[in-house]
């Protein structure tokens, strides 16, 4: 929090050089994922070799979670962006002077590696900035601001892929990374708590019931709009509901700006009902799965357009939803374990995220059909509600009777 004093302006000087690092991180996730054809062209390979490349890079991004927020916890936020920064930068360039898939899977996961250090810096930047009624506001919006890496990398990546060929553009690609490390090491200010020992700080994060209430609440509210987003939305669309690719493409751009147009809405109100974060929780469980019972149970499985709006709308708030995740760590957890309690979340969202990526994948080999591949939702659905019930009531029972340092009140 901001000492009394201090330039209250300096605060939103960091953030800003932390949310630009991690809008160049997003650039670089999704540079792959704008040019698969021409990858798929310069490999020689097809799309499950492909589709390799990016598990890689998500897997080493999940892998990552907890080591890093130990690490951040231990370093500050400042060198786990520059050390992020760099690592992303090795990773494109050696992704630009690839030609064979050995090489180019090496540089991927580095990719992968620098990413999963940014997003944990950038928010612990937040929780030792800012006071703690603005913190889910802030937090929403470096998701937001994030986003417009996703942009970034589209059209200019396509555009310059064309024009110049690969490897001049994932190397301007890698030049982003130093930009990012260079407005780091210039604009960013670290505040580093008292060390613990690593193992001592996963413990005590896992230990604490609010840290897994933050879990389950990311990983019931992410994983349906990151399994639609990152690869079966658009097939199911197209393939699952006869869209025209165009019209599919148009649902998709409307889900990415419904959430970035919820995420502020959703901070706004877990800043200024903080009690009531659980209910948010629940609610954005039950809108989603209401949305997809009424698209997967439609007369002749091809839902009119207005059910499909409603489902992007649904979707739309998840990403925001599970941010909420994030919010509760910082809330039950002392500074000086954030971070890991900070991975200890994201990891926890990104496993039930990848899980229901690869459910989807074995049931459409199995029975052909989306309307059962996106029925093994509902489990994780309910499993998730349960366990976000079941916590709550611990970290209450626990905040009751030992309050954490955290200045912020256990959740309702």
Same mark, same amino acid.
């Given at each position: 929090?901001?000492?009394?004093? =201090?330039?209250?302006?300096?605060?939103?000087?960091?953030?800003?050089?932390?949310?630009?690092?991690?809008?160049?991180?997003?650039?670089?996730?999704?540079?792959?994922?704008?040019?698969?054809?021409?990858?798929?062209?310069?490999?020689?390979?097809?799309?499950?070799?492909?589709?390799?490349?990016?598990?890689?890079?998500?897997?080493? *991004?999940?892998?990552?979670?907890?080591?890093?927020?130990?690490?951040?916890?231990? %370093?500050?936020?400042?060198?786990? @962006?520059?050390?992020?920064?760099?690592?992303?930068? %090795?990773? +494109? !360039?050696?992704?630009?002077?690839?030609?064979? %898939?050995?090489?180019?899977?090496?540089?991927?996961?580095?990719?992968?590696?620098?990413?999963?250090?940014? !997003?944990?810096?950038?928010?612990?930047?937040?929780?030792?900035?800012?006071?703690?009624?603005?913190?889910?506001?802030?937090?929403?919006?470096?998701?937001?601001?994030?986003?417009?890496?996703?942009?970034?990398?589209?059209?200019?990546?396509?555009?310059?892929?064309?024009?110049?060929?690969?490897?001049?553009?994932?190397?301007?690609?890698?030049?982003?990374?130093? #930009?990012? @490390?260079?407005?780091?090491?210039?604009?960013?200010?670290?505040?580093?708590?008292?060390?613990?020992?690593?193992?001592?700080?996963?413990?005590?994060?896992?230990? =604490?019931?609010?840290?897994?209430?933050?879990?389950?609440?990311?990983?019931?509210? +992410?994983?349906?709009?990151?399994?639609?987003?990152?690869?079966?939305? *658009?097939? !199911? $669309?197209?393939?699952?509901?006869?869209?025209?690719?165009?019209?599919?493409?148009?649902?998709?751009?409307? $889900?990415?700006?419904?959430?970035?147009?919820?995420?502020?809405?959703?901070?706004?109100?877990?800043?200024?009902?903080?009690?009531?974060?659980?209910?948010?929780?629940?609610?954005?469980?039950? #809108?989603?799965?209401?949305?997809?019972?009424?698209?997967?149970?439609?007369?002749?499985?091809?839902?009119?357009?207005?059910?499909?709006?409603?489902?992007?709308?649904?979707?739309?708030?998840?990403?925001?939803?599970?941010?909420?995740?994030?919010?509760?760590?910082?809330?039950?957890?002392?500074? =000086?374990?954030?971070?890991?309690?900070?991975?200890? #979340?994201?990891?926890?969202?990104?496993?039930?995220?990848?899980?229901?990526?690869?459910?989807?994948? #074995?049931?459409?080999?199995?029975?052909?059909? !989306?309307?059962?591949?996106?029925?093994?939702?509902?489990?994780?659905? @309910?499993?998730?509600?349960?366990?976000?019930?079941?916590?709550?009531?611990?970290?209450?029972?626990?905040?009751?009777?030992?309050?954490?340092?955290?200045?912020?009140?256990?959740?309702?």
């Amino acid at each position: 929090m901001v000492q009394k004093g =201090e330039n209250s302006r300096k605060p939103l000087i960091y953030w800003t050089a932390g949310v630009l690092a991690y809008m160049v991180a997003v650039f670089h996730r999704q540079s792959l994922g704008v040019t698969g054809i021409d990858a798929a062209t310069r490999f020689g390979v097809g799309s499950a070799a492909l589709s390799t490349l990016a598990m890689l890079q998500l897997l080493v *991004y999940a892998a990552m979670q907890i080591p890093v927020g130990v690490l951040v916890d231990r %370093l500050g936020s400042k060198r786990m @962006l520059l050390i992020g920064a760099a690592v992303m930068a %090795l990773g +494109q !360039f050696l992704f630009a002077v690839s030609t064979g %898939l050995a090489s180019a899977a090496a540089g991927r996961m580095l990719v992968g590696c620098g990413d999963a250090m940014t !997003f944990i810096s950038v928010i612990r930047v937040v929780n030792v900035w800012f006071p703690p009624r603005r913190n889910p506001l802030i937090v929403q919006l470096t998701g937001l601001i994030g986003q417009f890496g996703a942009v970034v990398s589209a059209v200019p990546l396509i555009s310059s892929l064309h024009a110049y060929g690969w490897t001049p553009t994932f190397l301007w690609a890698a030049g982003l990374g130093v #930009v990012a @490390l260079a407005v780091v090491a210039a604009g960013l200010r670290d505040r580093r708590p008292e060390r613990l020992p690593a193992a001592s700080g996963v413990r005590a994060a896992w230990a =604490e019931p609010g840290t897994r209430l933050g879990m389950w609440t990311h990983a019931a509210t +992410q994983c349906s709009s990151a399994a639609f987003t990152i690869l079966w939305g *658009y097939p !199911f $669309l197209v393939q699952g509901q006869g869209l025209s690719p165009r019209t599919a493409g148009v649902l998709m751009t409307a $889900l990415t700006l419904l959430a970035m147009a919820c995420g502020p809405l959703l901070g706004y109100l877990a800043g200024r009902f903080p009690l009531r974060r659980s209910w948010m929780v629940l609610t954005v469980i039950g #809108v989603t799965a209401g949305a997809w019972t009424l698209v997967l149970l439609w007369p002749g499985g091809h839902a009119p357009l207005w059910t499909l709006g409603l489902l992007m709308l649904a979707l739309a708030t998840n990403g925001p939803g599970s941010v909420i995740g994030f919010d509760y760590a910082r809330t039950f957890n002392p500074a =000086e374990r954030i971070g890991v309690a900070t991975g200890i #979340v994201n990891g926890g969202g990104f496993a039930a995220s990848m899980s229901l990526i690869a459910l989807v994948g #074995v049931v459409m080999d199995l029975q052909g059909d !989306f309307r059962w591949a996106f029925a093994v939702q509902y489990p994780i659905w @309910l499993l998730g509600a349960v366990q976000v019930v079941r916590y709550r009531t611990r970290a209450r029972r626990r905040a009751a009777v030992h309050p954490t340092p955290a200045p912020a009140p256990a959740p309702a």
